[in-house]
């Protein structure tokens, strides 16, 4: 009687098969669990943004409004800048909206001669559940925060 074995290449085969298997299972699992961390990298992302344009505000002398839509679910921002005027905006895979205090305001002047944006912001980065929250003072400083 002979003993019936597999080949090198089914063998192979087999381990190429696994192997892709658990690298999708893999990005698929890590891509639930990063989830919740995407709106704060999200968050750092409009900071950085933020900040950049108040220091090109400062070192230009040129002033700017941001403006924000007042449907969360269209993730942009809006830098419209005077003299000469020119538009510039920060797109989000995700919801940005702004957070306002009772008030209609839907827009925000940020002038370097007095280093100041007037009123004061609150972004909310969202997705789902996950949020997460960008905070302009009105002296132009900005930082981030997982709740209010």
Known sequence: MRARAFTLVEVLAVAVLLSLFA????LVRSAFENADGLPQQEALKLSRWLTNIMTISNR????????????A?????????????????????????????RSAVAASLYSPQWNSLLPAITIKVSRGRAQHYVIVSQHGRVRTTPRL
Request: one cysteine or more; proline letters at 4%.
């Open 23 to 26: 690298g999708t299972f893999g």
């Open 60 to 71: 230009s002398g040129r002033s700017f409004t941001l403006r924000c839509p007042s449907n």
């Open 73 to 101: 679910s269209q993730g942009f921002i809006e830098a419209v800048w005077q003299n000469p005027l020119r538009q510039e905006f920060y797109t989000s895979l995700y919801g940005c909206s702004f957070i306002r205090d």
